[in-house]
T-cell receptor
């Protein structure tokens, strides 16, 4: 079974600083997909960034980038020039391969990130 | 249209009530998911539908009964719930593909069982 671990329950930084959220996972699969989702107080889960395991190049989306270390099974999220609107719960997620005709999306425990003015 | 719409947004029900949660998407997605999320916890997978057929049931109690009447609609029927079932119920959808396609989530239904 796949597991996702986020070791930082809470983090807090000042606006405009850079922050890195950690995520490790365990799987025996070779091809899989990883995601970072953001859940603000509005409750809506919003995709931040995604990474295919077969791609060595780290994904980047504007101020958000990942450090994907496949051998170490590590998938950290870096937020540059943090903004107040980045305050949210961040979940690292793993997409399994097909199981019984469907793919599961499994979440880590989450990191509550607060950006202070 | 990239929305997953869940209704109602809030629901309070007694332990003897029968109610239903509704989820709708018009993105042509053929995989649909129900998750349960307790406060300050990650979403926990309950059910996965693939092409309108139940593919995965994560050992969910029978007081939760999912239904997928068509490719756009997913229901969760609730009966004889317990107070510990109070939670945020999230619906998600994604294309049925082995490629890297993210799941789109609704805003959830906040359920309180009294």
């Amino acid at each position: 079974a796949q597991t996702v671990t986020q070791s930082q329950p809470e983090m807090s930084v000042q606006e405009a600083e850079t922050v890195t959220l950690s995520c490790t996972y365990d799987t025996s699969e070779n091809n899989y997909y990883l995601f970072w989702y953001k859940q603000p107080p509005s409750r809506q889960m919003i995709l931040v960034i995604r990474q295919e395991a077969y791609k060595q190049q780290n994904a980047t989306e504007n101020r958000f980038s990942v450090n994907f270390q496949k051998a170490a099974k590590s998938f950290s999220l870096k937020i540059s020039d943090s903004q107040l609107g980045d305050t949210a719960m961040y979940f690292c997620a793993f997409m399994t391969s097909l199981i019984q005709g469907a793919q599961k999306l499994v979440f880590g425990q989450g990191t509550r990130l607060t950006i202070n003015p | 249209d990239t929305e997953v719409t869940q209704t109602p947004k809030h629901l309070v029900m007694g332990m003897t009530n029968k109610k239903s949660l509704k989820c709708e998407q018009h993105m042509g997605h053929r995989a649909m998911y129900w998750y349960k999320q307790k406060a300050k916890k990650p979403p926990e997978l309950m059910f996965v539908y693939s092409y309108e057929k139940l593919s995965i049931n994560e050992s969910v109690p029978s007081r939760f009964s999912p239904e997928c009447p068509n490719s756009s609609l997913l229901n969760l029927h609730l009966h004889a719930l317990q107070p510990e079932d109070s939670a945020l119920y999230l619906c998600a959808s994604r294309p049925h593909s082995s490629g890297v396609t993210e799941a789109f989530f609704g805003q959830g239904t906040r359920l309180t069982v009294v």
